[in-house]
């Protein structure tokens, strides 16, 4: 299964920028970084993938290194409703199976 | 759209025992996936349905089955149940003819506790 590795816990000030690194060194050509986020009580739900390129939605944008074995979660402003565990996926090309590491729980202070 | 529905919501079952869960997938998706997730840990995967034939299969023993159904709800069964079987369990549904990467949607999840 494909790896990924993130801290385990970061805290952020309520309106501030959230930065969430990810390393996923086994990454091929094909494969794609997704992130999902997990808040309290609730089921996982999608925020971003990518390829090659950065990416923007209305929920982050997602900085993709240039070897592409690390990316960069960013919640522009973060609000109390962000605070979650959000999950790194490496997901190895045409593949559909989603596998979780431990992610990374997000406090946000008001 | 009602999303991904799951049902029931709570379920308490003796060691030794059976258990059945059901999942509806969002409108226009034709897989479902299943996960498995322990307290304070992230979700692991079960495995996945496609054209009613399980697609894909993580490491669970053979007390794990599950069914895809034509309209394209799932069940998945454990047997034999035990202690450690207690956790969250998650459906997610996704559109494989969508194409690649495919977004998954996952229900609320259902908490089983066996006893």
């Known amino acids: 299964d494909a790896k990924t590795t993130q801290p385990n816990s970061m805290e952020s000030n309520e309106e501030e920028p959230v930065h969430l690194p990810c390393n996923h060194s086994?990454?091929?050509?094909?494969?794609?970084i997704h992130w999902y986020r997990q808040l309290p009580s609730q089921g996982p739900e999608y925020v971003i993938h990518?390829?090659?390129s950065n990416v923007n939605n209305r929920m982050a944008s997602l900085a993709i290194a240039e070897d592409r074995k690390s990316s960069t979660l960013i919640l522009h402003r973060a609000t109390l409703r962000d605070a979650a565990v959000y999950y790194c996926?490496?997901?190895?090309?045409?593949?559909?199976?989603?596998?979780f590491g431990g992610g990374t729980r997000v406090l946000v202070k008001p | 759209d009602a999303g991904v529905t799951q049902s029931p919501t709570h379920l308490i079952k003796t060691r030794g025992q059976q258990v059945t869960l059901r999942c509806s997938p969002k409108?226009?998706?034709?897989?479902v996936s299943w996960y498995q997730q322990a307290l304070g840990q992230g979700p692991q995967f079960i495995f996945q349905?496609?054209?009613?034939?399980?697609?894909q299969r993580g490491n669970f023993p053979d007390r794990f089955s599950g069914h895809q159904f034509p309209n394209y709800s799932s069940e998945l069964n454990v047997n034999a149940l035990l202690l450690g079987d207690s956790a969250l369990y998650l459906c997610?549904?996704?559109?494989?003819?969508?194409?690649?990467?495919?977004?998954?949607?996952f229900g609320p999840g259902t908490r089983l506790t066996v006893t």
């Open positions: 349905y496609y054209e009613e034939e399980e697609r």
């Open positions: 409108s226009g998706h034709d897989t």
């Open positions: 990518g390829l090659t």
């Open positions: 997610a549904s996704s559109r494989l003819t969508g194409g690649f990467p495919y977004e998954q949607y």
């Open positions: 086994t990454i091929s050509g094909t494969d794609y």
């Open positions: 996926i490496h997901i190895i090309a045409a593949g559909n199976k989603l596998t």
